[in-house]
């Protein structure tokens, strides 16, 4: 095989890896379905008061979890191509329970509950980092600096515990649902 037939041919291998990682990229999904679920807890916290929050995040989470995994896997069968999927559940799980432990643990007798508020943010957003490296892309790690920084804004504006959670919760919210809308019109992913 002469050299250049052996440039070109590793050159399309490349571009059909690429293609094939590219494919597999459907990270809008979950922003979207996530901030849908984020935004509605602002309601949620609105009409029954911030301790709903411990009912209904993890029915909520559960349920956008079930709902990312099916689209995931149903996604891959479309496709013909399967990515790995432990470090990613591993990931969801964890920031599921961080989250709830934080927002728990944040809220206990004695304390201001703003801990509660602000806690879940940076576990998410600590997840997002940890998605973002599995996704090899920089709009997630965006996102996770987004949300930290509001986190970090929002623990230092004086707001309370319930204020600082709605708050919170409609701009995080909006942020990953903005930010899977744009990827999902940005990339034209498939499925």
Do not use: N
Not at 37 to 61: H, K, R
Not at 111 to 123: C, D, E, F, N, Q
Not at 184 to 189: D, E, I, K, P, Q
Request: proline share 3%; hydrophobic share 55%; charged share 10%.
């Amino acid at each position: 095989m002469d050299h250049h037939l052996a440039a070109e041919t590793l050159q399309r291998v490349g571009d059909v890896r690429r293609r094939a990682r590219s494919d597999l990229l459907a990270f809008w999904f979950p922003l979207v379905v996530f901030g849908c679920i984020t935004l509605v807890s602002a309601a949620v916290v609105g009409f029954f008061g911030g301790e709903a929050l411990a009912f209904y995040w993890p029915i909520a989470g559960t349920a956008g979890g079930v709902l990312t995994g099916y689209y995931c896997s149903h996604r891959e069968r479309l496709l013909g191509l399967k990515g790995p999927a432990a470090a990613y559940v591993a990931t969801a799980v964890a920031i599921t329970i961080g989250a709830v432990l934080a927002g728990g643990l944040g809220s206990q007798p004695g304390g201001s509950g703003l801990a509660g508020a602000v806690g879940p943010s940076m576990v998410v957003a600590a997840g997002y980092l940890v998605f973002a490296r599995l996704e090899r892309s920089t709009t997630l790690a965006a996102l996770a600096a987004v949300i930290f920084a509001l986190a970090v804004g929002v623990a230092f504006s004086g707001l309370g515990a319930e204020p600082a959670t709605v708050v919170l919760a409609l701009t995080t919210g909006a942020a990953s649902l903005l930010t899977g809308m744009a990827h999902r019109l940005r990339t034209g992913a498939r499925g």
